[in-house]
């Protein structure tokens, strides 16, 4: 793994029996000697501890004031990030001239900046993006030197509190700056589990101390790559390069919720983003085929890349995530298929080692949210 | 006991032979979810694929370690996959099969050498 980056805390990782893999160009712990299934349920019942340094972080700092930032930040995506105000969060997509998704992000509005959170494979080309078409708006300022742990689960609060008792009063997708012994803690009140939590990005030199000290706690334990993958599936929650690519619309994928009023036809400043003309037009008319949460019978999971099918022998699409879901404790699956065969309760079939098997259609999140509103 | 270089173990009993997976291939595949069993009374051939293991991470065949003839399979792994991890060499065994000669089992790994192989 020699051409491979490692995460700041590696040491620890391997103190800590991480079993090290490949992933998106860095040497990541895809389990910890408790196993994906034991990691995924103690997240869901009281705190995991994630390491997601991999991930970009990235602050634009406005060149000639912060609307002019926003509105230059809001052509790059139909998402509304003049109307987020100070302190908050919100779910972003890159789309491109075709209206297919570059990445999905989290930016926030801290007061004189934007601070953004990009994927770990798609950080290099999204800081390019950035800085070509916000160059005359903002300083684009890559930081890597900060690490990013995500705590989840409904010993999260507890467990971070016990280090910084204010953020106990946060609200999902709240932001806030806050102290501990001498690092400065950027938290978020968000995640991607679907449990409630916090991601906090913490300057490297303070990362170990700040980790060990919540690992010290009981409730804490170390979540592996593998649960990581399981929960967000349960949630319903979009991998990015596999669930969404440059080749699906947000409104295919569902994504829609991402996309506030003011950027949609008849809204304050509707359009005027990368990829409009096809998004504004699946908006008005539904998509033509739709991502949709996936129940397979029996126990046998469905994985990545299965071909779908109709009953009566239609090819409809294929499974983009999939797998066992340790909550749910049945297979979960995601995929595409055309809008007429999204409705729930649909039964369509999946090629399993040469079989076709019955899959249903289902609601997400296969496991209820649990974010603190 | 004998191994095989698939991490498969095979155990002799009466004119049978036994198979499960070992301990380090459980530990590799990780919490195992679903097993697929095969009809007793299939005749296979060495290298054919019988079982289907599902874990969280991956799907992983075991295959024949011989010709033979299935002639029982472990139903309680289809409801209890997670046997699988808890009880790789006793209870989780897969599959019987009969085979023309116990001696075909001489060409497989004792437990000194399949130590040596998993290192």
């Known amino acids: 793994m020699s051409n491979l980056k490692r995460l700041g805390l590696h040491d620890l990782h391997v103190e800590l029996g991480g079993k090290m893999v490949p992933f998106a ?11 994906v299934m034991k990691e995924h349920l103690h997240t869901r019942s009281a705190a995991g501890l994630f390491d997601v340094s991999h991930m970009g972080q990235v602050i634009l700092r406005p060149k000639r004031g912060m609307e002019a930032l926003c509105l230059g930040f809001e052509a790059l995506m139909p998402v509304d990030v003049l109307g987020l105000v100070e302190g908050r969060q919100r779910y972003g997509l890159f789309t491109n001239e075709t209206g297919g998704i570059l990445d999905d992000l989290m930016f926030a509005n801290r007061g004189d900046h934007l601070f953004v959170v990009v994927n770990a494979a798609c950080k290099e ?33 507890a467990a971070l509190a016990a280090l910084v008792p204010d953020v106990a009063a946060m609200r999902f997708m709240d932001v806030g700056i806050f102290l501990w012994q001498g690092a400065t803690l950027w938290v978020s009140r968000s995640g991607y589990t679907g449990e409630d939590g916090f991601e906090v990005s913490v300057p490297e030199a303070g990362a170990e101390g700040f980790v060990r000290a919540l690992l010290g706690q009981d409730r804490v334990a170390p979540i592996g790559l593998g649960a990581r993958d399981s929960l967000r599936l349960e949630a319903g929650l979009c991998l ?3 669930d969404i690519d440059t080749t699906t619309s947000p409104v295919e994928a569902g994504l829609t919720w991402a996309i506030q009023k003011a950027r949609r036809a008849g809204g304050a400043r509707a359009g005027g983003f990368a990829g409009a003309p096809r998004i504004l037009q699946e908006l008005a008319d539904g ?25 009566d022998g239609t090819p409809l699409g294929k499974i983009t995530s999939g797998g066992f879901g340790p909550s749910v404790e049945a297979p979960v699956a995601m995929g595409y298929v055309p809008a007429s065969y999204a409705k729930t309760g649909t039964v369509i079939e999946g ?12 609601e997400m999140p296969f496991h209820p949210t649990t974010y603190k509103r | 006991m004998k191994y095989t270089e698939e991490h498969e173990w095979l155990r002799i009993e009466g004119d049978l032979v036994v ?18 069993l095969p009809e007793t009374e299939t005749v296979v051939a060495a290298g ?3 079982v289907v293991i599902e874990s969280v ?19 309680k792994l289809v409801d209890n996959p997670g046997l699988v991890n808890e009880d790789p060499t006793g209870s989780a065994w897969f599959f019987k099969m009969k085979v023309d000669d116990l001696d075909v089992l001489d060409q497989f790994m004792d437990e000194d050498e399949y130590n040596d192989l998993i290192g």
């Open chain 1, 351 to 362: 090629e399993l080692r040469g079989k076709r098997l019955p899959l249903t259609v289902a």
């Open chain 2, 57 to 75: 991470k991956a799907a992983s065949d075991i295959l024949a370690p011989v010709d033979g003839e299935i002639v029982a399979v472990n139903a």
């Open chain 1, 125 to 157: 080309a999204d800081v390019a993006h950035l800085r070509a078409h916000l160059g005359d708006v903002a300083e684009v300022e890559f930081l890597a030197d900060r690490a990013l742990i995500a705590l989840q689960g409904p010993g999260a609060e």
């Open chain 2, 19 to 36: 198979v499960g997976i070992t301990e380090h291939a459980a530990t590799q595949l990780g919490d195992v979810v679903f097993v697929e």
């Open chain 1, 240 to 242: 990015y390069g596999h």
């Open chain 1, 25 to 35: 160009g860095y040497e990541m712990p895809v389990q910890y000697p408790a196993g």
């Open chain 1, 287 to 311: 998509p033509e085929r739709c991502r949709v949460g996936l129940r397979p019978e029996g126990r046998a999971p469905m994985r990545e890349g299965v071909e779908l099918f109709a009953t």
């Open chain 2, 48 to 50: 054919d694929e019988v």
